[in-house]
T-cell receptor
Framework: GALVYQYPRRTICKSGTSMRMECQAVGFQATSVAWYRQSPQKTFELIALSTVNSAIKYEQNFTQEKFPISHPNLSFSSMTVLNAYLEDRGLYLC?????????FGSGTRLLVI | GEQVEQLPSILRVQEGSSASINCSYEDSASNYFPWYKQEPGENPKLIIDIRSNMERKQIQELIVLLDKKAKRFSLHITDTQPGDSAMYFCAASEMGTGNYKYVFGAGTRLKVIA
């Protein structure tokens, strides 16, 4: 079946430092990868949508300068949170799709201290 | 872009009764509507979905209804149990297009009281 692995599951970083998270699709080709952030007590905000052979589209309030994303092939994507601060804490979810419904990873829970 | 409104934000029901969560969307191009359940500290899990070529879908105690004209869809949990207590999120998307992404509602916290 289609599976998406995300790592690390949990991480802590010091305020002002950066943190990279990875997303691996297994069993299907991830032509689209969507990265979301769920801040405490909130819903899932789309950060950016990456479709192979297209430019990565960032949503309002999110920029490539802050959340650079790589999607080099049909099974892998990574996103870095640069210069993380308290407001960046939350659950970062990666969803991958091969033209069917999205399969989500377990998320990377980021704590900033 | 697409926006999804979800109500209510908090829902308390007696065990054994039904719970209903309503969502509305703006973009008539949306054609796929999944529902997710999220337990505390966990990632969201897909529980049921519906495509735009259907008006109703049921999986055991879960029923989803879709009214494309009104751009509304809803989740109904019949015979609720304490284990149904969780956060529920609806989403809308344009599956099969270059703009395929899920736009989530704000979430509903369901509490089933024994």
């Amino acid at each position: 079946g289609a599976l998406v692995y995300q790592y690390p599951r949990r991480t802590i970083c010091k305020s002002g430092t950066s943190m990279r998270m990875e997303c691996q699709a297994v069993g299907f080709q991830a032509t689209s990868v969507a990265w979301y952030r769920q801040s405490p007590q909130k819903t899932f905000e789309l950060i950016a949508l990456s479709t192979v052979n297209s430019a990565i589209k960032y949503e309002q309030n999110f920029t490539q300068e802050k959340f650079p994303i790589s999607h080099p092939n049909l099974s892998f994507s990574s996103m870095t949170v640069l210069n993380a601060y308290l407001e960046d804490r939350g659950l970062y979810l990666c969803g991958a799709s091969g033209n069917s419904d999205y399969t989500f990873g377990s998320g990377t829970r980021l704590l900033v201290i | 872009g697409e926006q999804v409104e979800q109500l209510p934000s908090i829902l308390r029901v007696q065990e054994g009764s039904s719970a209903s969560i309503n969502c509305s969307y703006e973009d008539s191009a949306s054609n796929y509507f999944p529902w997710y359940k999220q337990e505390p500290g966990e990632n969201p899990k897909l529980i049921i979905d519906i495509r735009s070529n259907m008006e109703r879908k049921q999986i055991q105690e879960l029923i989803v209804l879709l009214d494309k004209k009104a751009k509304r869809f809803s989740l109904h949990i019949t015979d609720t149990q304490p284990g149904d207590s969780a956060m529920y999120f609806c989403a809308a998307s344009e599956m099969g297009t270059g703009n395929y992404k899920y736009v989530f509602g704000a979430g509903t916290r369901l509490k089933v009281i024994a």
